[in-house]
């Protein structure tokens, strides 16, 4: 952030709400939160189908979870379709992610290892879309339709794992009980240094460095999202 | 909302800013975003909304606009997340409760810390936070005024995104607005568990620096002044305004 106090606004009027054929970074960035989209939308629509796998008690939380992943997936391909790209497909994806989740299929007494999924597939959606925001800086339209999915990703992320006993933010880089693979999903959580500013050294009466990693989410690189979604392939 | 420069004596007490000494001297076009004075008794905690000194946030200065505008925000709720903590003896949060609220303290109170340090000390501008006779030690008024404060965080976060022109910056603040999504979803299963209350909406709402000061002036009783507000606001999926 070197440039914080240099740094004068580059928007003009031509550069607002641009939605032609958009450049290379921002199509690439959309189809990796496509990918996003499809994987969160397969999981909770698998879920809702599912006989008695949802409790009764956690069923309204989930229909809001898919309700909400259904109309983000057809924000994010729309954002494709009017840059004039053609969405790429929907993976098939693998909830038993390559074995760490041995013998998931959506039924009956699963619900545990659906919740850990659900965890996994949030906090990796919020950091997915934290990574992107950068390539999607010049495309205002895109832009604000991305932040206006993160907060939600937050506040879905936030359910899921208070849902399961969990706080509903992320201490240092810690996956808690999650099976080893989700690392790649913490990973780089530990950060404090935001900009300048190292913030656990702001943060001693409020939480210390702990209090300081959960107070901001950190992004993940193109390359590590792909590689985590590479898990999740069939 | 109104643009005005205030009386005379207004003026007089504003030249003791910075900005406002700018100001002018250039004569440029100040907003003053309206208080609601009249809605306020003598129950205040703090003092009452609008009442105070003004100072200016001067978007033509780019990025350190967005993070002062944040800065109001980030002390309001550290301030008022406080006082919750602060009041836990005589509340009636349960303990899983309180020690909820204490984090969400926490975070604020380092949004806070780190915001003052980014700008630094020169340019970040300290607010004095009003309440109008809330009552810090009832569940469901704190829980009301929580989701309310956390709410404006998001589309104030995600409204001001499209101004931001260090990517670092634009990264940064999003790393903040995401973990103020974790806390409204808490905030709101506190207050109807297990339904769709964490998330009302697919998608949260963009709202404009005005729209934001505004909403923010009921809450702070320093007067918010806005110069050179962005011309053209470009709402998202859902739009505040």
Not at chain 2, 104 to 122: D, K, V, Y
Request: hydrophobic fraction near 45%.
């Amino acid at each position: 952030m070197a440039d914080l106090h240099s740094a004068r606004s580059a928007m003009t009027p031509a550069t607002m709400g641009r939605a032609s054929a958009g450049p290379t970074d921002v199509l690439a960035a959309l189809q990796l939160l496509l990918q996003i989209e499809y994987l969160q939308s397969a999981l909770y629509t698998r879920a809702l189908t599912a006989t008695d796998l949802v409790p009764t008690t956690d069923a309204q939380v989930y229909s809001t979870l898919a309700n909400h992943s259904d109309q983000q997936l057809v924000l994010i391909t729309t954002a494709i379709t009017t840059r004039t790209a053609l969405p790429a497909p929907s993976p098939v994806f693998d909830f038993t992610v390559k074995g760490a989740f041995p013998g998931f299929a959506f039924a009956t007494g699963q619900y545990p290892a659906l919740q850990m999924l659900s965890q996994i597939v949030e906090d990796l959606g919020v950091r997915a879309y934290l990574g992107q925001l950068g390539a999607l800086a010049g495309d205002k339209a895109a832009l604000n339709t991305a932040v206006a999915i993160l907060t939600v990703k937050g506040r879905n992320a936030s359910e899921v794992r208070r849902l399961r006993g969990t706080q509903g933010w992320i201490t240092g880089s810690s996956r808690g009980d999650l099976p080893a693979f989700a690392q790649a999903v913490y990973d780089g959580e530990e950060n404090v240094q935001q900009g300048t500013v190292n913030v656990a050294s702001l943060a001693g009466q409020f939480g210390a460095t702990a209090g300081a990693t959960q107070a901001f989410d950190e992004p993940l690189t193109s390359a590590q999202v792909t590689a985590i979604l590479a898990l999740f392939a069939s | 909302m109104r643009i005005e420069l205030g009386s005379l004596s207004e003026l007089h007490a504003a030249g003791t800013r910075r900005d406002f000494l700018r100001l002018i001297g250039l004569g440029g076009a100040l907003v003053l975003l309206p208080g609601f004075v009249s809605a306020c008794g003598s129950d205040d905690v703090t003092g009452i909304p609008a009442s105070g000194e003004p100072f200016v946030i001067d978007f033509s200065d780019g990025d350190p606009a967005i993070l002062q505008l944040a800065f109001v925000l980030e002390q309001l709720e550290a301030d008022f997340y406080g006082r919750v903590v602060d009041a836990f003896a005589q509340s009636n949060f349960t303990t899983t409760e309180q020690a909820l609220l204490t984090d969400i303290r926490n975070h604020e109170a380092i949004h806070r810390a780190f915001l003052q340090a980014t700008l630094g000390t020169s340019v970040a501008i300290e607010v004095t936070p009003a309440y109008s006779g809330l009552a810090f030690n009832d569940r469901a008024k704190v829980l009301a005024f929580a989701t309310q404060v956390e709410d404006l965080g998001i589309t104030m976060y995600n409204g001001s995104a499209q101004y931001v022109a260090s990517s670092a910056t634009l990264t940064v603040l999003a790393k903040i607005a995401a973990v103020e999504g974790r806390h409204a979803s808490a905030i709101g299963d506190l207050l109807t568990p297990r339904t769709g209350s964490f998330a009302p909406r697919a998608t949260d709402g963009l709202s404009a620096p005005a729209t934001v000061g505004a909403a923010l002036q009921e809450n702070v009783v320093d007067k918010i002044g806005m110069l050179n507000l962005p011309a053209i606001f470009l709402g998202g999926p859902t739009t505040n305004g």
